[in-house]
Every structure is written in C-alpha cells, then in structure tokens.
C-alpha cells in the first residue's frame, strides 16, 4: 500500500475528508474559467431565444474569451501543472511533441467526419462571421486565437487536470496522471463528449487528449493537441464556410 493510500485509510482523514467541502481552492481556480465560458454560453442562447440580433450575439464571443483570460491570468501561478519548467520538458522530447501534434491532426479529420444525423445531439447554431455576405475578419481572428489559445487551456484544465484525477481523489493534485484508473477516464470522456454538438467527435478527442495526459504526464500535452485540432478547424471552416462546425 502506497502512502497515499495508507493516508485515506486512517479514521482522522477519513474524518476530514467527510467535513472537508466538496471543492478545495485548487479545485476552484480550474473550475471557475470553465464555468465563465459556460455561463456565456447560456446567455447567448437565452438572448437568442428573445430575439436578440445575430451580430449582437456573435460579439458575445470575445466577452468570453476576455473574461476566461482574465480569470486564468489571476490564477495562473496556481496551476502548477502549466508551468514553464514543464513545457520545456516536454518540449525536449520530440517524441512526444509529435505524438501530441499527430493527435490533434487525427482528432481533427475525426472531428469533420463523425457528423452522421446520429451523431449529432441538439441543433448546432454555429459561428456564422459573415454581415451582408462579408466576413468581418475581425470575429474571425478573435474565435480561432480563442479556440487555440484560450480553449484548450481552460478545458484541459478542467477536464484533465482537475475532473479526471479529483474523480478518483478529493486532493486530486496528489493524483499522477499515469496512475488514473478506468473509472475516471470514463466518465470523464463521455462528459466531454456531451459537451459538444459532436458527442461521439467529442468522446473520439476526450479519450485521445486523455491518453496523452495519462501517457506523457504532463498537461502540456493535450493541451498541443487540443489546440492543434482546435486551430486547424478554425482554419477548415473559413476555407469551406461549414460554420456550423464552429
């Protein structure tokens, strides 16, 4: 038995952990950023469901991302996982950089295939840039710099570095990301599927995001795929004006 697990056995922290709340503050400065992001998801439909302009709605997005930012900057010396010292261990390995760019890309031509009628939960209502059949280069700039900068930061720390190991852990920073069980990868996965319009797209990246945390041990390195795949889509629907794929 391993000194964590000799520390969840004894009576006293047992005790503790029923008084402790359910979140600590290191479970909080991963979950606000996300829940940001959430909330204007929220107010955008409830505007829209009250008839609110589409070019007052899109405008909507930048809100987001500004206020995402501005909360990961606050707590950004927290997030010990996002170090910088990290990122160039992980950047020494090339194996590993190339495998995190190779699952983006793979995750990407997934992500435009896996559309089939089942596939797809809800109704997406897209991204759609363009007023008076222009596109306003401007929104354009802003939603792929958010969706590859700003995204895959916020949701990997969400998802990877605190749900998937505080499901198997309440003091989930003790948790190595090569040591998470099945259980966590699970749920984890499905949730982040179902976040998406692409459910079964959405689970495809969950598990491969998931893989390179649990097998380069580091967050960085879902962090490079999700932002690849994110990037490259971008790229994708601008080319083709599928917007509903933003």
């Known amino acids: 038995m391993t000194e964590h697990d000799d520390r969840i056995a004894s009576p006293a922290a047992a005790t503790i952990s029923a008084d402790a709340p359910m979140f600590n503050r290191a479970a909080w400065v991963r979950i606000l950023p996300f829940a940001a992001y959430l909330f204007f998801i929220v107010v955008g439909d409830v505007f829209e469901r009250l008839g609110a302009a589409a070019s007052t709605l899109l405008w909507l997005y930048p809100a987001k991302i500004a206020v995402v930012v501005l909360l990961l900057a606050t707590?950004?010396?927290?997030?010990?996982?996002?170090?910088?010292?990290?990122?160039?261990?992980?950047?020494?390995?090339?194996?590993?950089?190339?495998?995190?760019?190779?699952?983006?890309v793979l995750v990407l031509l997934l992500w435009i295939s896996l559309d089939a009628g089942w596939m797809i939960f809800g109704k997406p209502s897209g991204f759609d840039p363009r007023s008076q059949g222009q596109i306003d280069w401007l929104l354009v700039a802003i939603r792929i710099a958010g969706a590859a900068l700003v995204v895959p930061v916020m949701e990997e720390l969400f998802w990877r570095s605190f749900l998937m190991r505080w499901i198997d852990a309440a003091d989930f920073e003790s948790v190595e990301p090569s040591q998470l069980g099945l259980k966590s990868f699970i749920i984890t996965v499905l949730l982040f599927g179902f976040e998406h319009n692409l459910w079964l797209a959405g689970i495809v990246a969950g598990a491969a995001y998931s893989l390179l945390y649990m097998r380069h041990r580091t967050l960085w390195s879902p962090v490079l795929a999700h932002a690849v795949t994110n990037g490259l889509l971008g790229i994708w629907v601008v080319r083709t004006g599928n917007w509903s794929y933003w």
């Not at 010396?77 to 983006?104: D, H, I, K, N, W």
């Open 75 to 104: 707590f950004w010396r927290q997030y010990s996982e996002l170090r910088f010292a990290g990122l160039r261990r992980f950047c020494v390995s090339p194996a590993a950089v190339l495998a995190a760019l190779a699952t983006g």
